[in-house]
């Protein structure tokens, strides 16, 4: 019968939880404590908008010609369009589509994308080849000429236009997670568990993934905010939503030809645009530094 | 009177080649060549070797991390050189391994009970309180205190790590664990904690030890029998206090005298000099005769050029040296003059 | 072992009472609690311990070469008599090279790759002696035949990644020599290296020791190395220094239970294998934090008074240096003597 060590009750490093750690980062940095703050207000915004925002139906098709046109006022916070909508209430109503179409694009990227890194990264040789090359060849279309494309073949609209997203975003992550595949293979611990006799799926699935995933993560934060501006892209050309949808990038589009003397049609939801994008980059930042759990205080 | 004990592993005629791309082209590097093994089961064997050596590489041929070039390594009677797949997949409980670095070769993501279960979850099935039962009798044994079971690797000390790592490795009742330098990470107290416990592991589970380190003394207080290398072949084998006390091989006898004696004054009896050579330019014939002080004192004899020496138990060489027989003596008389 | 020097003269460095921390976010980390250090001229003095207990830190003040999170304190910091506690980095860059030079453990990270070994060394020369040309490729070949480099014309025209381990630790002390500083602040020099090579290079520096005269901080944590190489010890633990002693005094009787600890704790390579003692426990995470002795609970030996009183470095008879209270008594007898 082993005898039980006699460890002593201390302990090497006392690291603080996750949660702790996040907490003390965000209040010594305000910049991502903005960050943090635009992107709850984009979410509630986006969860129960139609709750909150002024006229819901304006969202929707309802029309109000007598108030067209109207600057910024009390009554109307972000001023009205050509068609007397409440520009505030189709401001708030933007966020729900804004975040469906990044959190689409962006989760069904990483879907597709990290599992044929992973793969890729791990197993080398010629798989590696073959899955790289197609991603390269997906790398080669310039984003836009590919959703023209695809926009061309199944018609425009906003399904057609995140679809072709998705088509674009995936080899980002494909070749992110090969990398960091490619890079812990060679960590002993990959060896362990292949001493082990753990099967190659299984070494993929619970080592090596989820040790990407803190640079994952990152990406994707940061991407979503890309992501609306693409979209918002898209739809001003005309190959993303289509109206009376209350776009955010369609709506800087609608109110382009007006922009001199009706400043606020454009103004407002390009400013939603700025923000998220911002907010979504600056809290990427933060996790960044959050995430590795080898780095030390 | 007991039937002859098989050996645990056989390693007969191991080569190891790698491919290497340099500015020059590529080319083939032999990482091992000819190398005759054998661990009995329940025996501590140490692999010494510097740079280059090839122990490292001849461990994971053994371990079948990779695949030999060519020759046959047998576990336990089955010849398991070229197995894939499956078949590999199922003997693997029997052959385990410690790495170097303690805190790298656990995944950083998973908890210390994760870990420890890992093996037993690929390969067992056994019930979660099973489970929880075993995982707790391991942390016993290597001296952890149960409470750690939830820390991650970056939370825990070198040696709690590496202790993390036995108990893993111990965890699926191998016969053989191939150590690959377990405490040269470590602080000398942490390491003589460590130690202390693979002996204790050995008699307890009856465990065959393959143990790599270029810490003389760790191979001396660990192992009976100890294989020295030297640019991917194995130049002498034999019983640990004939290495250290009597060697025949000139190399060996430097090597040893090479480390600064903690219990005594003085320069080493024997400094070697020059570099070790690399294993893409090896020298022709003996690979140490560059540097060999028998050689100079023998007057450079031909030999030591022109052929490679080997081992042949049997024909009274115990050493791959073409006079392994006069190092005893001409050894004497080198420390004199 | 090295025969310690001859009479005293004023010591190269000086070091009374160092304290180092760390200011790191939310918390402050002390590394060194107070280190007593004396390093003769012409003397090589080992600085021997385990993990956290400040050796490197120690070194890396003696050349100004902490990072900014460290806030430095000493009673007496002195370099050939000079006060380092407040010098400015133009200062600091003066006396580097000059007066102090380091080498470390990896020598591969000590060069600038993309840059080749003679160059390096050229630069190194006309910044500290204002040696150009000829007269500074002289330098260089003299120092690198010094530290027995084969082939000096051809490792001065090659790039790091071109050269073995050992022959990039040969280099490295060529460049720390070049300039002839009076100190050598050694931070494990040979524990990257294999051990015949290590074993040429221990050599070496007790040869160039013996040339060239400077004194060496000799940084390991490798006893073999210690007794080998260094004429006095300074055993550290937790931060602070446990016990000094001449070397052969150090090995033939230690005083303090865990440099004992120590010296049985190593497996000997030289000698059957014997039982190997184990020093139970491990190095308190927070040593700044700690009331009494640093070392007690791992200490067979503990009295009462280790818990609530922090012992000093006393002297004894033969004039070791022990902090201990169980070691020496009053009248400075030891406890093998009692």
């Given amino acids: 019968m082993a005898a039980t060590y006699n460890q002593l009750p201390s302990v090497i490093s006392e690291r603080p939880g996750f949660a702790r750690r996040a907490a003390r980062a965000i209040a ?98 010629w798989l590696d080849g073959l899955i790289m090359r197609i991603t390269d060849l997906f790398l080669a279309f310039p984003p836009l000429l590919l959703a023209m494309a695809i926009v061309a073949a199944l018609g425009p609209g906003l399904q057609n236009a995140t679809l072709a997203l998705v088509v674009s975003w995936w080899p980002w992550y494909a070749r992110l997670a090969r990398g960091l595949a490619v890079s812990l293979r060679e960590w002993p611990f990959v060896d362990a568990s292949r001493a082990m006799g753990i099967r190659e799926s299984s070494i993929i699935l619970r080592h090596i993934v989820p040790n990407s995933l803190g640079p994952i993560v990152v990406q994707a934060t940061i991407d979503i905010g890309t992501v609306i501006l693409a979209a918002g892209g898209l739809a001003f050309i005309g190959l993303g939503a289509r109206p009376p949808a209350p776009d955010w990038g369609l709506m800087v589009a609608e109110g382009r030809q007006y922009i001199l003397e009706q400043w606020w049609l454009s103004t407002f939801p390009g400013l939603a645009i700025f923000f998220t994008v911002l907010a979504f980059n600056l809290v990427g930042d933060l996790l960044l530094r959050l995430l590795d759990p080898r780095q030390e205080d | 009177m007991s039937a002859p004990v098989r050996p645990l592993v056989e390693v007969r005629g191991l080569v190891k080649e790698f491919e290497v791309k340099g500015h020059r082209g590529s080319g083939v590097v032999r990482a091992v060549t000819d190398v005759d093994l054998d661990i009995m089961p329940g025996e501590a064997v140490g692999l010494v070797g510097e740079s280059g050596s090839g122990k490292t590489t001849l461990a994971r041929n053994v371990l079948r991390l990779v695949e030999p070039s060519a020759g046959t390594i047998r576990l336990d009677g089955t010849d398991v050189t070229h197995l894939k797949g499956g078949a590999l997949r199922r003997l693997r409980p029997q052959i385990q391994v410690v790495f170097q670095d303690p805190v790298g070769s656990l995944d950083p993501r998973m908890s210390v009970f994760d870990l420890i279960a890992e093996p037993m979850r690929a390969h067992r099935s056994l019930s979660r309180g099973e489970l929880r039962t075993t995982v707790e009798r391991l942390l016993d044994e290597v001296g952890l205190v149960r409470s750690l079971r939830d820390r991650r690797p970056h939370e825990l000390s070198g040696g709690q790590c590496q202790r993390v790592a036995i108990a893993r490795a111990i965890s699926l009742q191998p016969r053989l664990l191939i150590l690959d330098e377990p405490t040269s990470a470590l602080d000398v107290s942490v390491q003589a904690q460590v130690l202390e416990l693979l002996v204790r592991l050995r008699a307890e589970h009856d465990l065959a030890y393959l143990l790599i380190s270029h810490d003389l003394g760790v191979i001396r207080y660990l192992c009976e029998r100890v294989a020295v290398m030297y640019l991917g072949r194995i130049v002498e084998q034999g019983p640990t206090e004939r290495i250290f006390e009597d060697a025949r091989h000139p190399y060996t006898r430097a090597l040893v005298l090479a480390r600064p004696d903690v219990d005594a004054d003085g320069p080493p009896r024997l400094l070697l000099s020059g570099e070790i050579p690399s294993a893409t330019a090896p020298p022709p014939g003996c690979a140490f005769h560059p540097r060999c002080w028998l050689r100079e004192q023998l007057g450079r004899p031909q030999e030591c050029e022109t052929s490679v020496p080997t081992i042949d138990e049997r024909a009274g060489q115990p050493a791959a040296c073409h006079f392994a027989a006069q190092t005893s003596e001409r050894f004497e008389r080198e420390v004199e003059g | 072992m090295v025969t310690p020097p001859g009479p005293v003269s004023e010591p190269v460095l000086r070091i009374r009472d160092l304290r180092v921390r760390f200011r790191t976010p939310g918390r402050r980390v002390t590394a060194v609690s107070g280190i007593d250090l004396d390093v003769g001229q012409g003397e090589i003095l080992g600085v021997v311990g385990e993990t956290g207990c400040g050796k490197t830190v120690t070194g890396l003040s003696v050349l100004g070469l902490l990072p900014d999170t460290a806030e430095v304190e000493a009673a007496e910091l002195r370099l050939l008599g000079r006060d380092l506690t407040s010098l400015t980095d133009d200062q600091w860059r003066g006396l580097r090279g000059t007066d102090v030079a380091m080498v470390f453990q990896n020598p591969t990270g000590s060069f600038n790759p993309v840059f080749t070994i003679g160059a390096q060394m050229r630069d190194v020369l006309a910044a500290h002696d204002g040696l150009k040309g000829r007269a500074a490729a002289a330098r260089i070949h003299e120092v690198l035949t010094a530290c027995a480099m084969p082939d000096p014309d051809r490792v001065i025209g090659s790039y790091p990644h071109q050269l073995s381990g050992g022959m990039l630790q040969r280099a490295m002390l060529a460049l720390a020599l070049l300039s002839r500083p009076k100190l050598l602040v050694a931070d494990e020099p040979t524990t990257a290296l294999d051990v015949t090579i290590a074993a040429q290079i221990l050599e070496l520096i007790l040869g160039l020791q013996r040339e060239m005269g400077f004194s060496v901080l000799f940084i390991t944590h490798d006893l073999g190395v210690v007794r080998r190489v260094c004429s006095r010890v300074a055993v550290l633990y937790a931060g602070r220094v446990v016990e000094t002693a001449g070397t052969a005094d150090l090995f033939r009787a230690p005083q303090h239970p865990y440099t004992r600890g120590l010296i049985a704790a190593v497996p000997r390579t030289h000698r059957a294998a014997g039982a190997l003692a184990t020093i139970r426990g491990s190095v308190p995470p927070d040593p700044g934090a700690i009331v009494g002795c640093a070392f007690r609970e791992r200490c067979e030996l503990a009295i009462e008074r280790c818990a609530t009183e922090r012992p000093e470095l006393r002297s004894l008879v033969g004039g070791q240096r022990v902090a201990c209270h169980v070691a020496t008594d009053e009248a400075g007898a030891t406890v093998a003597e009692r």
Wanted: hydrophobic share 55%.
């Fill in chain 1, 28 to 125: 010594h940095d305000w910049l991502a404590l903005f960050g943090l703050v635009i992107i709850a207000v984009v979410v509630v915004a986006a969860l129960i908008g139609p709750l909150l925002a002024p006229s819901p139906g304006d969202g929707a098709g309802v029309i109000n010609v007598d108030e067209r046109m109207l600057p910024p006022s009390l009554a109307y916070p972000f001023g009205t369009d050509w068609l007397g909508r409440d520009m505030l209430t189709r401001v708030i109503l933007g966020a729900r589509i804004a975040l469906q179409v990044s959190l689409i694009v962006v989760g069904l990227a990483i879907l597709i994308g990290v599992p044929l890194g992973a793969i890729a990264g791990y197993r080398r040789g």
